[in-house]
């Protein structure tokens, strides 16, 4: 524990790299996955339950949370993390994202974004100063610049617009941010799959110096392929010695690649959302646990996982409370893929730490390659 947010770089295998980042709330092991807790709940776990997941930090955001129960009253209530019982550092996005993705009738000027909300159509007004104030009052750890991410596929010239226009909400997010020991300010690079406006993005980012660095606009439907093409070189555009954060991805050899690529975080929602839809990553590829040949399988949904899903119920059991909509249903599948997703960026970390990480990424897609267990 310390008094100020820093980043130590342990040790690197090719590009992959792990170390820690230290909070005042607490480390937080790199790579690290965070867990999402939209509306201050990571949906179906108790915040205990993904402590125990292995979760140093995890992700709030700032949209849904400045909506409902809105910013002012989560700070009378104490800040986010006394009121969604997490001790543990928070992330927050700046909404910008979310604006673009889920509201309604957006108005985009210089200024800022105007829309309205998704929930009950009232209007609302986010400029990176409103952002930074509502980010303060949750009490954030790691809070993020307020960005534009145009959607993909967009022509260069509205992605370097863009792009430019998140540039300079960047200065006036860490004008607004100001000087707060032991909290963070990250910047978020932009420019689409364009090498040259992503270094330019780069450039202007470290002109106005952050604390950690955020590659945005990518896990937008680009696919894996391009998403990996610019992650070959969009990390190394970042300073070596502050935490690079990939925003929203993803599945687990998106995540895999990403880290192999140079990348310390991520969030997603994909564990938690496929958990309440039936789906179950494990080491050997996706579970449908709807699917009828659970339904008399007496074997764990992993034999090798020790999460709570996989030590006290069978595939059998998981597939009738699947079927028979039972809540627990998205509690056991939730709390499993946390857990699968903490194990791979646990095995990472070691494997980084031995200098193996060739070794792990084979094991990994070996495992993959088998294929779910065969029916009884
Ligand atoms: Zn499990």
């Known amino acids: 524990m310390t008094a100020t947010f820093s980043f130590d770089l342990k040790a690197t295998d090719g590009k992959a790299r792990t170390g820690v980042i230290n909070t005042p709330r607490g480390d937080i092991r790199t790579p690290a996955f965070m867990p999402v807790g939209t509306a201050a709940t990571v949906k179906a776990m108790m915040p205990e339950s993904v402590a125990a997941t292995g979760a140093d930090?995890?992700?709030?955001?700032?949209?849904?949370?400045?909506?409902?129960?809105t910013a002012e009253r989560i700070d009378r209530?104490?800040?986010?993390?006394?009121?969604m019982n997490w001790d543990k550092p928070i992330l927050t996005d700046?909404?910008?994202?979310?604006?673009?993705?889920?509201?309604?009738?957006?108005?985009?000027?210089?200024?800022?974004?105007?829309?309205k909300s998704h929930i009950d159509g009232s209007r609302h007004h986010l400029t990176p100063e409103r952002s930074m104030e509502i980010q303060k009052l949750l009490g954030s750890d790691i809070v993020m610049c307020f960005d534009e991410c145009p959607a993909l596929p967009a022509d260069r010239k509205r992605i370097q617009e863009s792009m430019e226009l998140s540039m300079r909400w960047a200065q006036r997010s860490r004008d607004a941010f100001g000087d707060r020991p032991g909290h963070a300010l990250f910047g978020i690079q932009q420019g689409g799959l364009e090498e040259d406006l992503r270094g330019r993005s780069a450039e202007a980012l470290r002109a106005i110096e952050f604390d950690g660095y955020a590659v945005g606009g990518l896990a937008?439907?680009?696919?894996?392929?391009?998403?990996?093409?610019v992650l070959d070189f969009a990390p190394d555009q970042l300073p070596v010695d502050k935490p690079r954060y990939l925003m929203g991805v993803g599945k687990p050899d998106d995540i895999v690649g990403a880290v192999k690529r140079g990348i310390d975080m991520m969030d997603c929602v994909l564990p938690s959302r496929s958990g309440r839809t039936g789906q179950a990553f494990t080491r050997r590829g996706v579970v449908?646990?709807?699917?009828?040949r659970h339904a008399d399988d007496p074997r764990p949904l992993d034999a090798e996982c020790t999460c709570p899903a996989c030590s006290n119920y069978s595939r059998a059991y998981l597939h009738h409370v699947f079927r028979a909509q039972e809540m627990i249903s998205g509690m056991l599948l939730t709390w499993h893929n946390l857990h699968y997703f903490q194990e791979i960026m646990a095995g990472m970390r070691t494997a980084i730490a031995a200098g193996a990480f060739a070794d792990w990424e084979a094991d990994f897609h070996a495992g993959r390659a088998k294929g779910d267990i065969a029916p009884l």
């Open 220 to 229: 937008v439907g680009e696919g894996q392929e391009a998403m990996f093409k």
């Open 57 to 69: 930090i995890l992700l709030g955001n700032t949209y849904h949370l400045m909506l409902r129960p």
């Open 77 to 83: 209530l104490g800040g986010l993390h006394q009121f």
């Open 94 to 115: 700046s909404g910008g994202f979310q604006v673009m993705s889920l509201s309604d009738l957006r108005k985009l000027t210089e200024e800022g974004v105007t829309f």
């Open 288 to 292: 449908n646990i709807k699917n009828a």
